[in-house]
């Protein structure tokens, strides 16, 4: 499994639309700038057959430290959550990753 980077991406787009580089680049940016603003906002962000984005709470808890023993307090904090759309589901399944993942671990 390789690790696609935003750079990648960029070269990608820019060669699939005959366009600059530093054009795509731009509009790249900009789109997750949105995303990361509207959940930063509360919102949620549904892109049909993508996903969607989801900002979540998590109530303050109490945890210890394993290596203590100690009680601490943790602090409420915001997470994101994703949900895979029906082509996205799809894709992954056709792909042959989950059988290959099963394969593996069964090999071990």
């Given at each position: 499994m390789r690790t696609i980077t935003k750079r990648d991406l960029v070269q990608l787009i820019a060669e699939k639309t005959n366009v600059q580089q530093?054009?795509?680049?731009?509009?790249?940016?900009?789109?997750?700038?949105e995303i990361i603003t509207e959940l930063a906002n509360g919102n949620r962000l549904e892109f049909?057959?993508?996903?969607?984005?989801?900002?979540?709470k998590k109530a303050p808890r109490l945890a210890r430290n394993p290596r203590t023993g100690e009680k601490i307090?943790?602090?409420?904090?915001v997470t994101v959550k994703f949900k895979a759309g029906r082509l996205m589901k799809?894709?992954?399944?056709?792909?042959?990753?989950a059988q290959d993942g099963a394969e593996s671990s069964a090999a071990s």
């Open positions: 530093q054009k795509a680049k731009e509009v790249i940016q900009s789109f997750l700038d049909r057959d993508f996903g969607v984005f989801e900002p979540r307090q943790v602090p409420h904090k799809e894709k992954l399944q056709d792909s042959g990753l």
